[in-house]
């Protein structure tokens, strides 16, 4: 006998907003199965304009409101009996990020919690990594996104350290970040690190490390090299706009974003040491979901 819930998570990035539906399979004497049932992005986005000027736009303002419309109708067609909708580093730092809430609120009637980078960390780390994750090895996990990346350092099967950066694509594509940041986070990473005498290996998430492991070809359970994602950010950086989403397939919002990922990725790397990187795909939205089931958020 099985029981079936059906559970949502909004993911509200810098770079795209995210529906993901998800059925949550209960067994007796099992543990829970996460399957994904549908997945919607909508690529709206709200760091070019909450990184450059200091708020939504108006037009920006409209196509949330709409497309949280289509969510929550989404969300009663499939039946879903739980959800969390979570805005990250665009909202948080937007003016007028408050007021863009309450409006969704009486307009879509899908209630948004603004939160900061250390539960977004925390969250991202409560995606069930275990089987990705062997308890005798150190392990990094980065999480890039729009405005802000998320490091947790796991050893022994556990969370050792989690830490949120205001380094992001769109802020990169925008000449918004110091290398004042860089610097930070290869001390930070550095520090951390030091302790622990394992090889270690990173694991990523976010749509442009899936972008650039798909394009790999590899089956799932296989790592990318440092050395493969290394050549993948030079021939990025030698193709224009216009052939990396002609050539290689990439959809408009994703072709500019992936080569300041990449650069994360490839720094993360080096600083910690690491020559490999899994790529599970997981983040946000997956973190959301389980925390909710097990009573986390």
Same mark, same amino acid.
């Given at each position: 006998?099985?029981?079936?819930?059906?559970?949502?998570?909004?993911?509200?990035?810098?770079?795209?907003?995210?529906?993901?539906?998800?059925?949550?399979?209960?067994?007796?004497?099992?543990?829970?199965?996460?399957?994904?049932?549908?997945?919607?992005?909508?690529?709206?986005?709200?760091?070019?304009?909450?990184?450059?000027?200091?708020?939504?736009?108006?037009?920006?303002?409209?196509?949330?409101?709409?497309?949280?419309?289509?969510?929550?109708?989404?969300?009663?067609?499939?039946? &879903?009996? /739980?959800?969390?909708?979570?805005?990250?580093?665009?909202?948080?730092?937007?003016?007028?990020?408050?007021?863009?809430?309450?409006? @969704? /609120?009486?307009?879509?009637?899908?209630?948004?919690?603004?939160?900061?980078?250390?539960?977004?960390?925390?969250?991202?780390?409560?995606?069930?990594?275990?089987?990705?994750?062997?308890?005798?090895?150190?392990?990094?996990?980065?999480?890039?996104?729009?405005?802000?990346?998320?490091?947790?350092?796991?050893?022994?099967?556990? @969370?050792?350290?989690?830490?949120?950066?205001?380094?992001?694509?769109?802020?990169?594509?925008?000449?918004? &970040?110091?290398?004042?940041?860089? @610097?930070?986070?290869?001390?930070?990473? /550095?520090?951390?690190?030091?302790?622990?005498?394992?090889?270690?290996?990173?694991?990523?998430?976010?749509?442009?490390?899936?972008?650039?492991?798909?394009?790999?070809?590899?089956?799932?359970?296989?790592?990318?090299? $440092? &050395?493969?994602?290394?050549?993948? $950010?030079?021939?990025?950086?030698?193709?224009?706009?216009?052939?990396?989403?002609?050539?290689?397939?990439?959809?408009?919002?994703?072709?500019?974003?992936?080569?300041?990922?990449?650069?994360?990725?490839?720094?993360?790397?080096?600083?910690?040491?690491?020559?490999? @990187?899994? &790529?599970? /795909?997981?983040?946000?939205?997956?973190?959301?979901?389980?925390?909710?089931? $097990?009573?986390?958020?």
């Amino acid at each position: 006998m099985i029981t079936i819930k059906k559970y949502a998570a909004i993911d509200i990035g810098s770079n795209a907003m995210r529906l993901l539906i998800t059925n949550i399979v209960e067994q007796k004497g099992h543990p829970a199965q996460f399957n994904k049932s549908s997945l919607v992005r909508v690529p709206i986005r709200l760091g070019q304009d909450a990184f450059t000027v200091g708020e939504i736009s108006e037009e920006n303002v409209t196509r949330m409101v709409d497309a949280m419309k289509a969510f929550n109708l989404l969300m009663k067609v499939h039946k &879903v009996e /739980k959800y969390k909708a979570c805005a990250t580093s665009a909202m948080r730092e937007a003016y007028n990020g408050k007021e863009i809430v309450d409006l @969704i /609120k009486k307009k879509a009637d899908i209630k948004i919690d603004v939160i900061d980078g250390k539960k977004e960390a925390a969250i991202i780390a409560a995606s069930d990594l275990k089987q990705f994750i062997n308890s005798d090895k150190t392990y990094l996990y980065v999480d890039v996104g729009g405005g802000s990346t998320e490091f947790s350092l796991f050893s022994e099967g556990k @969370i050792v350290i989690s830490k949120s950066f205001k380094i992001g694509t769109v802020r990169l594509l925008n000449n918004m &970040v110091s290398e004042i940041v860089w @610097i930070e986070i290869e001390k930070w990473m /550095k520090s951390i690190i030091k302790d622990w005498d394992d090889d270690i290996t990173l694991i990523g998430s976010g749509g442009n490390i899936n972008k650039l492991f798909k394009l790999s070809e590899k089956h799932q359970d296989k790592p990318l090299s $440092y &050395v493969y994602l290394n050549s993948q $950010y030079q021939k990025l950086n030698a193709m224009t706009y216009e052939q990396r989403i002609a050539e290689l397939g990439l959809n408009p919002d994703r072709a500019d974003v992936i080569i300041p990922a990449t650069r994360i990725y490839l720094s993360a790397m080096k600083w910690s040491g690491a020559r490999q @990187i899994y &790529v599970p /795909k997981i983040g946000l939205s997956d973190g959301i979901v389980k925390a909710m089931y $097990y009573g986390r958020i």
